[in-house]
């Protein structure tokens, strides 16, 4: 999508602090973080959210939970002290980009509830 940030972003026209790339995904800093780490993955392909994944997205999103967000975890060194993993959707979960992002967030000791 040509007006999305995330896609700019993935397609390198805007600059970011990128922490992790590969054929379909790439993960960079937020611009506003909520912990010492707070790394934003999402998928280069654009899905606006949650509820516009399709069957045919298992495996892009099975591939950023299960292989790109726990490198991402253990490279930052947060895998053995925790961290959380949030997918906001639509307006009242405070979705801001409609492009899916994965927030990974740790570095320090979360709280419960969020808010």
Not at 61 to 87: C, F, Q, T, W
Request: negative net charge.
């Amino acid at each position: 999508m040509s007006d999305c940030i995330f896609c700019k972003i993935a397609n390198k026209e805007i600059d970011s602090k990128i922490v992790y790339e590969d054929e379909s995904a790439v993960a960079f800093r937020d611009l506003s973080p909520q912990a010492p780490e707070h790394i934003l993955i999402i998928p280069k392909k654009h899905i606006g959210g949650v509820n516009e994944l399709t069957g045919g997205d298992a495996a892009l999103m099975g591939h950023i939970m299960a292989e790109a967000l726990p490198k991402l975890a253990k490279d930052l060194n947060i895998a053995e002290s925790g961290y959380r993993v949030v997918i906001n959707s639509g307006e009242d979960g405070q979705q801001t980009v409609k492009h899916l992002h994965v927030h990974l967030i740790g570095g320090r000791k979360m709280t419960w509830p969020p808010g």
